[in-house]
């Protein structure tokens, strides 16, 4: 949730009334808001650096409040005063009005074609005879940079541009042109400057820089001229500085670009609905006329108030309250959502306003009129029916199937059941009609237009946005995919698939095809033609021809798995080889996994393959094994330090000295044991196959003595001399033991690191920079050669090596040092990254 800071005096004299913090906090609460802290500048300077930078702050109280990131109305003070005012029925919900110039032709802004492959939508609009306070001026530029967090996307969506209209002149152009064509002087800069020398310039701006890498890769760059030639702005990076607004500014042009139309339309209205109350007509906006390259026009901003109907029952049985349609009405009025009562029933008439751009269904209403009756005065129901809560079917094996790819070594990712259309087509190699998709009829944003039909695009996302981290990223995921159906109510069904991706310097398609094989294996799925499973080659554009294969199961198709075609990969923003496998998993249920369940059903009579966790494990009787008696924690000790640095009991797989060691601990071993608990769990998922695991070359068990009159040996035995002897090789094994293991040097796991540090511009001094690296020193670290690597316009980056130990150093730690030489170091990424 976004978090608004007010001062605390400031709010208290708009709301004409002073509150107690506590009050106050209930005000917020009643509102639907929080009141998040209590704080001042000087206070959060002091936390944030200290108190010896806190000294000279402002003392003066703020109060930081939380915000639903959907209220794009409540991000500034006057939006929040003018809110909590209708609220408490001290001010009526202000009619907001677009009028036209009282002399002449609006503001135009004209559009040109060049704009269409870098930013192509623009609106506008003129804030007319505004009168400023340093409060008010503060809380204007406030807005914009909260818009542009929230809604605009860090201005890669929209980009708001602001202009004392008094120093330019229209018609405005709106056009792109080479960076290098592009000459003013930016905001708060005293000297001209190129697109070229901009970019450059601002890669060290701790607040722009953020944003350079919306266009910098662009051919051209977006900007906007007034009818003289003066720059305006080049968006989404800076406003020129000739047509800065201040205190003294009485006319602002306000142009949004995006690359979203709706979002920049939101953008505008919010813009100027906040502040058009300090205009000398209150509340009215003047309109500016946009002209599009085709030679369509429209006139912004909307300003638009729509009307939607609803049943006052539908908002009691709702909420779950008892109220008469007029009081439902006021309470919606409080909220800003002029309501009244049509007489036709129990109907109700809201009108909504342009500042509230979250209603967009009945249910927003519905949520409003809970909100202003109080959450807290809502009675108490005992609800009218019980069930006994069961796990679907196919949720419990969704689980399992989780728990053994995790198992695997692959990393669960969680990624949007929405997507756009361009993700599960244009990316894929495939045509949107032929993917079954079901669209959004009024998408907000081009972001989230269709129900996913794949999971594979949002993974490759996943992967594109942890390109960084260590090769290889093995991720999957198991969740709903959305498709066409004819046969059901609602046109379309939900369908269960389980995906997952292999990326690194090598394809991996038989690190995929042996997940399929082992997911085969735990759902007791034979590879076999017929009743079990097999796969055939086969053709898809999303994968490399000749390395795609079709998985079949029972002779039906259920999936495929291959290696990614390379023009998939360079439309995710991937660079490395990549192998995926996704399939349906709901064949793998014994019924439809839409049928419910009216009692608890085990899992084993709904599912026919049994997973492993499930299978009871016989325990011999004897405990004793060469580290000692495994039922003690000394045995347990003993174990855990010779796991330490292995995987299986001897070589490098799994035999019968693992099952066998696993059957004589008595039960799972605490999380205090780290080596020992892996080994176990690890070694449990074999359980189903221990009988084709190959023989143990050593006996680590003991054999445990059956004979129970041992102890009334009434003829004199030589036992005990036997029991004697044993007990002595057991020690001597022990000490031979411990003696090998104390003179075994520990593995120390190393790696090597090569590291790309990139200087700021073309006069970083690179000595300079290769001795601060060079100066990090770390145990575990070695610095190894390094050279220059020219990238581009006279600018090199330092490519250096290093080895470290795994235990030691981590590449985090690592980048975190170097870039503390922020004189010198623009960033650090990991060029390779191998085991030694």
């Given at each position: 949730?976004?978090?608004?800071?007010?001062?605390?005096?400031?709010?208290?004299?708009?709301?004409?009334?002073?509150?107690?913090?506590?009050?106050?906090?209930?005000?917020?609460?009643?509102?639907?808001?929080?009141?998040?802290?209590?704080?001042?500048?000087?206070?959060?300077?002091?936390?944030?650096?200290?108190?010896?930078?806190?000294?000279?702050?402002?003392?003066?109280?703020?109060?930081?409040?939380?915000?639903?990131?959907?209220?794009?109305?409540?991000?500034?003070?006057?939006?929040?005063?003018?809110?909590?005012?209708?609220?408490?029925?001290?001010?009526?919900?202000?009619?907001?009005?677009?009028?036209?110039?009282?002399?002449?032709?609006?503001q135009k802004l004209i559009i040109t074609e060049e704009t269409v492959a870098v930013r192509p939508h623009a609106v506008a609009a003129v804030l007319r005879n505004i009168t400023f306070t340093q409060e008010r001026y503060d809380s204007f530029i406030e807005l914009q940079e909260k818009l542009h967090q929230n809604i605009?996307?860090?201005?890669?969506?929209?980009?708001?541009?602001?202009?004392?209209?008094?120093?330019?002149?229209?018609?405005?152009?709106?056009?792109?042109?080479?960076?290098?064509?592009?000459?003013?002087?930016?905001?708060?800069?005293?000297?001209?400057?190129?697109?070229?020398?901009?970019?450059?310039?601002?890669?060290?701006?701790?607040?722009?820089?953020?944003?350079?890498?919306?266009?910098?890769?662009?051919?051209?760059?977006?900007?906007?001229?007034?009818?003289?030639?003066?720059?305006?702005?080049?968006?989404?990076?800076?406003?020129?500085?000739?047509?800065?607004?201040?205190?003294?500014?009485?006319?602002?042009?306000?142009?949004?670009?995006?690359?979203?139309?709706?979002?920049?339309?939101?953008?505008?209205?919010?813009?100027?609905?906040?502040?058009?109350?300090?205009?000398?007509?209150?509340?009215?906006?003047?309109?500016?006329?946009?002209?599009?390259?085709?030679?369509?026009?429209?006139?912004?901003?909307?300003?638009?108030?729509?009307?939607?109907?609803?049943?006052?029952?539908?908002?009691?049985?709702?909420?779950?309250?008892?109220?008469?349609?007029?009081?439902?009405?006021?309470?919606?009025?409080?909220?800003?959502?002029?309501?009244?009562?049509?007489?036709?029933?129990?109907?109700?008439?809201?009108?909504?306003?342009?500042?509230?751009?979250?209603?967009?269904?009945?249910?927003?209403?519905?949520?409003?009129?809970?909100?202003?009756?109080?959450?807290?005065?809502?009675?108490?129901?005992?609800?009218?029916?019980?069930?006994?809560?069961?796990?679907?079917?196919?949720?419990?094996?969704?689980?399992?199937?989780?728990?053994?790819?995790?198992?695997?070594?692959?990393?669960?990712?969680?990624?949007?059941?929405?997507?756009?259309?361009?993700?599960?087509?244009?990316?894929?190699?495939?045509?949107?009609?032929?993917?079954?998709?079901?669209?959004?009829?009024?998408?907000?944003?081009?972001?989230?237009?269709?129900?996913?039909?794949?999971?594979?695009?949002?993974?490759?996302?996943?992967?594109?946005?942890?390109?960084?981290?260590?090769?290889?990223?093995?991720?999957?995921?198991?969740?709903?995919?959305?498709?066409?159906d004819d046969t059901k109510d609602v046109g379309a069904r939900n369908s269960r698939r389980f995906c997952a991706v292999y990326y690194n310097k090598s394809p991996g398609f038989e690190v995929i095809h042996g997940l399929l094989d082992r997911t085969m294996q735990l759902l007791e799925v034979k590879s076999q033609r017929?009743?079990?499973?097999?796969?055939?080659?086969?053709?898809?554009?999303?994968?490399?021809?000749?390395?795609?294969?079709?998985?079949?199961?029972?002779?039906?198709?259920?999936?495929?798995?291959?290696?990614?075609?390379?023009?998939?990969?360079?439309?995710?923003?991937?660079?490395?080889?990549?192998?995926?496998?996704?399939?349906?998993?709901?064949?793998?249920?014994?019924?439809?996994?839409?049928?419910?369940?009216?009692?608890?059903?085990?899992?084993?009579?709904?599912?026919?393959?049994?997973?492993?966790?499930?299978?009871?494990?016989?325990?011999?009787?004897?405990?004793?094994?060469?580290?000692?008696?495994?039922?003690?924690?000394?045995?347990?000790?003993?174990?855990?330090?010779?796991?330490?640095?292995?995987?299986?009991?001897?070589?490098?797989?799994?035999?019968?000295?693992?099952?066998?060691?696993?059957?004589?601990?008595?039960?799972?071993?605490?999380?205090?044991?780290?080596?020992?608990?892996?080994?176990?769990?690890?070694?449990?998922?074999?359980?189903?196959?221990?009988?084709?695991?190959?023989?143990?070359?050593?006996?680590?068990?003991?054999?445990?003595?059956?004979?129970?009159?041992?102890?009334?040996?009434?003829?004199?035995?030589?036992?005990?001399?036997?029991?004697?002897?044993?007990?002595?090789?057991?020690?001597?094994?022990?000490?031979?033991?411990?003696?090998?293991?104390?003179?075994?040097?520990?593995?120390?796991?190393?790696?090597?690191?090569?590291?790309?540090?990139?200087?700021?511009?073309?006069?970083?001094?690179?000595?300079?920079?290769?001795?601060?690296?060079?100066?990090?020193?770390?145990?575990?670290?070695?610095?190894?050669?390094?050279?220059?690597?020219?990238?581009?316009?006279?600018?090199?980056?330092?490519?250096?090596?290093?080895?470290?130990?795994?235990?030691?150093?981590?590449?985090?730690?690592?980048?975190?040092?170097?870039?503390?030489?922020?004189?010198?170091?623009?960033?650090?990424?990991?060029?390779?990254?191998?085991?030694?």
């Amino acid at each position: 949730m976004p978090t608004v800071g007010v001062k605390r005096d400031l709010l208290f004299k708009a709301l004409g009334k002073t509150y107690t913090d506590e009050e106050f906090d209930e005000l917020c609460f009643e509102y639907g808001l929080e009141l998040d802290e209590i704080t001042s500048e000087k206070e959060i300077i002091s936390r944030e650096q200290g108190d010896s930078k806190a000294s000279g702050a402002s003392d003066v109280i703020l109060y930081k409040i939380d915000v639903p990131a959907n209220r794009y109305d409540l991000l500034c003070l006057e939006g929040l005063v003018r809110g909590l005012q209708v609220f408490k029925n001290k001010l009526e919900a202000p009619r907001y009005r677009r009028v036209s110039p009282l002399s002449g032709e609006p503001q135009k802004l004209i559009i040109t074609e060049e704009t269409v492959a870098v930013r192509p939508h623009a609106v506008a609009a003129v804030l007319r005879n505004i009168t400023f306070t340093q409060e008010r001026y503060d809380s204007f530029i406030e807005l914009q940079e909260k818009l542009h967090q929230n809604i605009c996307r860090k201005r890669s969506l929209v980009a708001i541009g602001t202009h004392d209209l008094d120093t330019v002149s229209g018609p405005f152009t709106y056009t792109a042109k080479p960076p290098a064509e592009i000459s003013f002087k930016p905001l708060n800069q005293t000297k001209e400057y190129t697109a070229t020398q901009l970019m450059s310039l601002y890669k060290t701006d701790s607040h722009l820089r953020h944003y350079l890498h919306i266009i910098e890769d662009k051919p051209l760059y977006p900007v906007i001229y007034d009818s003289n030639g003066i720059v305006l702005s080049m968006p989404p990076i800076i406003n020129g500085d000739h047509s800065k607004i201040t205190l003294k500014t009485k006319n602002v042009f306000v142009e949004c670009t995006a690359t979203d139309l709706t979002k920049a339309k939101i953008v505008l209205d919010m813009m100027v609905t906040m502040f058009s109350e300090y205009c000398s007509q209150p509340f009215t906006v003047e309109e500016a006329e946009v002209v599009y390259p085709d030679g369509k026009t429209c006139k912004y901003p909307e300003l638009a108030y729509r009307k939607e109907k609803l049943s006052s029952d539908f908002v009691n049985r709702k909420v779950g309250i008892n109220e008469s349609t007029e009081t439902i009405a006021r309470l919606l009025t409080k909220m800003c959502l002029r309501s009244e009562v049509t007489g036709v029933g129990d109907e109700i008439e809201v009108e909504i306003p342009p500042t509230r751009s979250d209603v967009i269904h009945a249910c927003d209403i519905m949520e409003d009129a809970a909100m202003a009756y109080g959450f807290n005065n809502i009675p108490y129901t005992t609800p009218r029916t019980y069930t006994v809560a069961n796990q679907f079917p196919l949720n419990k094996l969704t689980e399992l199937l989780r728990q053994d790819l995790a198992a695997a070594g692959f990393t669960e990712a969680l990624n949007f059941a929405l997507c756009s259309t361009e993700d599960i087509s244009d990316k894929l190699g495939k045509k949107i009609s032929e993917t079954r998709a079901v669209h959004i009829a009024n998408p907000k944003t081009v972001e989230f237009q269709v129900a996913r039909t794949t999971l594979l695009p949002g993974l490759l996302k996943t992967l594109a946005a942890n390109r960084k981290m260590p090769l290889p990223l093995k991720l999957f995921e198991i969740s709903d995919v959305v498709l066409k159906d004819d046969t059901k109510d609602v046109g379309a069904r939900n369908s269960r698939r389980f995906c997952a991706v292999y990326y690194n310097k090598s394809p991996g398609f038989e690190v995929i095809h042996g997940l399929l094989d082992r997911t085969m294996q735990l759902l007791e799925v034979k590879s076999q033609r017929g009743d079990g499973y097999h796969i055939q080659a086969a053709e898809d554009s999303t994968f490399f021809p000749g390395r795609c294969a079709e998985i079949f199961v029972g002779g039906k198709s259920v999936g495929r798995l291959g290696v990614l075609h390379p023009d998939v990969i360079t439309r995710f923003e991937l660079t490395m080889p990549c192998s995926a496998v996704e399939m349906d998993i709901e064949p793998f249920l014994g019924h439809p996994a839409e049928a419910t369940l009216t009692h608890d059903v085990p899992l084993h009579e709904v599912i026919k393959h049994h997973f492993p966790s499930q299978v009871p494990n016989s325990r011999p009787t004897s405990t004793k094994t060469v580290f000692g008696d495994v039922s003690s924690a000394a045995g347990l000790k003993a174990l855990d330090d010779f796991l330490a640095d292995k995987s299986y009991m001897e070589g490098f797989e799994a035999t019968q000295a693992d099952t066998t060691m696993f059957d004589a601990i008595p039960s799972a071993p605490s999380s205090t044991f780290s080596h020992l608990l892996r080994w176990y769990n690890h070694v449990k998922s074999f359980l189903r196959e221990r009988a084709n695991l190959p023989s143990a070359k050593t006996q680590f068990v003991l054999e445990e003595d059956d004979d129970d009159d041992d102890d009334m040996d009434l003829f004199g035995s030589d036992d005990e001399e036997d029991s004697a002897e044993v007990e002595k090789l057991k020690e001597q094994r022990l000490a031979e033991y411990a003696a090998k293991k104390s003179k075994k040097p520990a593995l120390i796991a190393k790696s090597s690191i090569l590291l790309d540090v990139k200087p700021w511009d073309d006069e970083t001094d690179m000595a300079k920079m290769e001795e601060c690296v060079r100066s990090v020193k770390m145990e575990g670290l070695l610095w190894g050669q390094s050279k220059m690597v020219p990238v581009g316009y006279g600018i090199k980056k330092l490519q250096i090596g290093c080895v470290v130990e795994d235990e030691k150093v981590g590449t985090d730690l690592l980048e975190e040092a170097i870039t503390a030489f922020e004189e010198y170091v623009q960033s650090v990424d990991v060029a390779a990254f191998n085991k030694i």
